[in-house]
């Protein structure tokens, strides 16, 4: 699999995403714009955040946090969070279980 052959889903002016689903995880790779912002959110999946390139100001259950290229941060399941880029950024994304709500196209709050 090639990131760069796979299609990237637009979620907004500042936000794509490219996914590749398997039986037990998804993984993304999300390219986020300066001043992007993934609004609050919770999920059922675990995950985990590694910053490939620039630096992100993350909320966790209220705590800030900012994460930076080669560092990776880990969100339990249930736990709410938001996100905003700092600089240009581009992230990889690994959830477990899959992703489901993206399955089904309920990831509105990443649209807006």
Do not use: C
Request: charge should be negative; proline fraction near 4%.
């Amino acid at each position: 699999m090639r990131w760069h052959a796979e299609p990237v889903d637009q979620l907004s002016a500042g936000i794509g995403r490219q996914v590749i689903h398997t039986e037990t995880m998804t993984v993304a790779r999300i390219v986020l714009a300066a001043g992007a912002v993934v609004p609050g959110h919770a999920h059922e999946n675990e995950q985990v955040t590694t910053v490939l390139e620039g630096r992100l100001r993350v909320v966790i259950d209220g705590q800030e946090h900012s994460v930076g290229a080669g560092e990776s941060l880990i969100l339990p399941a249930n736990v709410p969070h938001e996100v905003e880029a700092l600089s240009d950024t581009v992230t990889l994304e690994v959830f477990s279980p899959v992703r489901q709500d993206w399955l089904r196209g309920d990831d509105s709050y990443l649209r807006k």
